[in-house]
């Protein structure tokens, strides 16, 4: 059974940082692309980053410059790295995984999630 579980979100001060995981298990593999989303109250979920097996990144427009995600296949560990928080960045943010081959941060492709970690910045 594939389990995705995400750690590392909290309360933090505008302008601080964050480092997401989201651990994979349940024989989900390494050639997957891998994702994170994110969906504050009152709004759809949000593609944020997407990684494909080969480490190639796609970000969201919202996000560039400050997001940066990566992965680590040797302990099937997804990770993203958040820099100059901002408090419209408050939501809970979920890892995904989904197709071989084609990546990119839409949900409508992801197989699996998580269940979420929430993120919340305060001004």
């Known amino acids: 059974q594939v389990q995705l579980v995400e750690s590392g979100g909290g309360s933090v001060q505008a302008g601080g940082s964050l480092r997401l995981s989201c651990a994979a298990s349940g024989g989900i593999g390494s050639t997957r692309c891998m994702a994170w989303f994110r969906q504050a109250p009152g709004k759809e979920r949000e593609g944020v980053a997407s990684?494909?097996?080969?480490?190639?990144?796609n970000y969201g427009d919202s996000v560039k410059g400050r997001f940066t995600i990566s992965r680590d296949n040797t302990k099937n560990t997804l990770y993203l790295q958040i820099y100059s928080l901002k408090p419209e960045d408050t939501a809970m943010y979920y890892c995904?995984?989904?197709?071989?081959?084609?990546?990119?941060?839409?949900?409508?492709?992801?197989?699996?999630w998580g269940q979420g970690t929430q993120v919340t910045v305060s001004s």
């Open positions: 995904a995984a989904g197709p071989v081959g084609f990546c990119t941060p839409r949900p409508n492709l992801m197989a699996y």
């Open positions: 990684i494909d097996s080969d480490g190639y990144p």
